[in-house]
C-alpha cells in the first residue's frame, strides 16, 4: 500500500459475518471434497421467504415505465413518506408529519453511520449497549468518539440499569443506542423502559435512538415516540427487512423531530443520490399490509422457533420461553460461546453465531437465527443431536 489509511479504519476490523462466510466457503469446499452436504448457516438474520406478491408487482410495474430510472428524491417519493406515517398511526400510535419527520434510508443500518457522521466530533461520548449490535460500536469508533459501554445483563432481562447508569460520567455523552425488541437478547420493548429511557434522556440532554427492526417478529409492535415527550429527545430506525422480507431491498427510515432530520440529511446529499423509483413504490404496497400478512409471517416463524428451541436443547443451552423475535438466544452450559459455536461448525457442520461478537455480556450464549426453514432446521438438528450424542 502506498499511503497509510484513515486514522479510522485502524479502529475497526471488517464485519463478523463477512469473515465468518469466508471461513464457512473454505469449509465448504473440504466438505465436498469429501463428499459431504454443505455446512448450515443459522448465523445472520437474513429472512429467506419472499415479499408478498403485490409488492413484487409494483417494482416489476414501475421498472417497465419510462422515466422513472433516473435520479430519485433524496428524501424519498411523497407516497413512501405517506406510507410510512400511515403505517406508523396504525400500527405504532404515533402521528408523523411525512413532509418532515420521516427520512427513507437504504435500510436503517445506512441511519447509524449517517447520524454518527452529522452530530459526532472527536472525543465525544456515545452510549452503547453490551450486547448489542455491533454497528454501533464501530460507527462511534470511524468517528472517532468515545465508546461509553453499558450493560445488559441476564438477570435484569437485558434491560439497562438506571442507577447504574446515573453512576456513570456522563460528561459529554451526546447519542445513546438503544435497540428493543432486542438483538441479540429477543427482549421485548416495554412500556415502562421506554418511559424510563426518554426521562434520563431528558434529564442528561442525550439523543437517544431506538433501533426498531424486529418489532413485528414475534413481537407486539411498540415504538418509543409513543412515549409522551419522546419526540423532544428521541429518534425512532425502523426497516422493512424483517417485517415484509425485504432484507435485499434495503428500505428503511428514521423518523423523529425535523430539526435532527435536516441535520442527518445534510450528510445522506452526500453519499448517495436517492432510492430507485420501483423500489419505492414496491416499499409502499409492502407497508399497505394487512394484519393477514403478519400474521402469517409469524406463524411460520413460530413454527421455526420450536425447532430451534429443540436445538437449543439438545446443547444444554438455556433460553427466556417468554421470548420472541428472529432469533433464539441461548446460555451455554459451560465453556464460552466460541467454544461451542466452533465445535458444532466443524463437527455437525451447523453454524450458531457466538454471542461474543455482540460484547463481552455475550460470551456464555449463542443465538440461532430462525431464517431458515423447517425442514432445514430439523435437518440441522439431527447434525447436532448426533454429535451430542456421541459424547455421551
Not at 74 to 89: C, D, M, N, S, V
Not at 322 to 337: D, E, F, K, N, Q
Request: aromatic share 8%.
Amino acid at each position: 500500500m502506498i499511503i497509510s489509511p484513515a486514522r479510522r479504519t485502524l479502529s475497526v476490523k471488517e464485519y463478523y459475518f463477512s469473515l465468518k462466510n469466508r471461513e464457512i466457503a473454505n469449509i465448504n469446499a473440504d466438505r465436498a471434497s469429501r463428499g459431504l452436504d454443505p455446512v448450515i448457516n443459522l448465523g445472520i438474520g437474513s429472512p429467506d421467504g419472499s415479499p408478498a406478491p403485490e409488492v413484487i408487482d409494483a417494482l416489476c410495474d414501475c421498472a417497465r415505465k419510462n422515466g422513472v430510472h433516473g435520479y430519485q428524491s433524496y428524501t424519498g417519493i411523497p407516497q413512501l413518506r405517506e406510507a410510512i406515517a400511515a403505517w406508523y398511526a396504525k400500527w405504532y400510535g404515533v402521528q408523523l408529519d411525512p413532509a418532515c419527520e420521516i427520512q427513507p434510508l437504504m435500510g436503517s443500518k445506512e441511519g447509524i453511520l449517517l447520524l454518527s457522521l452529522a452530530f459526532l466530533n472527536p472525543g465525544d461520548k456515545v452510549l452503547v449497549p453490551n450486547p448489542g449490535y455491533p454497528t454501533y460500536t464501530s460507527a462511534t469508533r470511524m468517528c472517532e468518539a468515545e465508546l461509553l459501554k453499558y450493560d445488559l445483563v441476564e438477570a435484569d432481562g437485558w434491560y439497562p440499569d438506571f442507577g447504574a447508569l446515573e453512576k456513570m460520567d456522563l460528561t459529554g455523552v451526546k447519542l445513546m443506542w438503544v435497540n428493543y425488541p432486542n438483538m441479540p437478547t429477543c427482549a421485548p420493548a416495554r412500556r415502562d423502559v421506554f418511559e424510563k429511557l426518554v426521562a434520563f434522556a431528558k434529564k442528561h440532554s442525550i439523543l437517544l435512538i431506538n433501533d426498531n427492526p424486529y418489532s413485528f417478529i414475534l413481537n407486539e409492535p411498540q415504538s418509543i415516540l409513543s412515549v409522551p415527550g419522546a419526540r423532544e429527545v428521541c429518534l425512532e430506525m425502523n426497516s422493512l427487512s424483517k417485517s415484509h422480507n425485504m432484507a435485499g431491498w434495503r428500505v428503511g427510515m428514521i423518523v423523529g423531530a425535523a430539526d435532527v432530520l435536516r441535520e442527518l440529511l445534510k450528510v445522506k446529499t452526500q453519499m448517495d443520490s436517492g432510492m430507485f423509483r420501483g423500489i419505492q413504490e414496491a416499499a409502499v404496497e409492502a407497508l399497505n399490509a394487512d394484519a393477514a400478512w403478519y400474521e402469517s409471517l409469524n406463524a411460520e416463524y413460530l413454527r421455526r422457533q420450536a425447532v430451534a428451541r429443540r436445538i437449543m436443547d439438545s446443547l444444554g443451552c438455556t433460553y427466556d420461553p417468554a421470548a420472541g423475535g428472529l432469533y433464539v438466544w441461548g446460555r451455554v452450559p459451560s465453556g464460552t460461546a466460541s467454544e461451542l459455536s466452533d465445535r458444532i461448525l466443524y463437527e455437525a457442520g451447523v453454524f450458531i453465531t457466538p454471542g461474543f461478537i455482540f460484547g463481552s455480556n455475550g460470551e456464555h450464549h449463542v443465538r440461532i437465527s430462525l431464517c431458515a426453514d423447517v425442514p432445514t432446521l430439523e435437518k440441522a438438528y439431527g447434525k447436532i443431536l448426533h454429535v451430542v450424542q456421541n459424547d455421551r
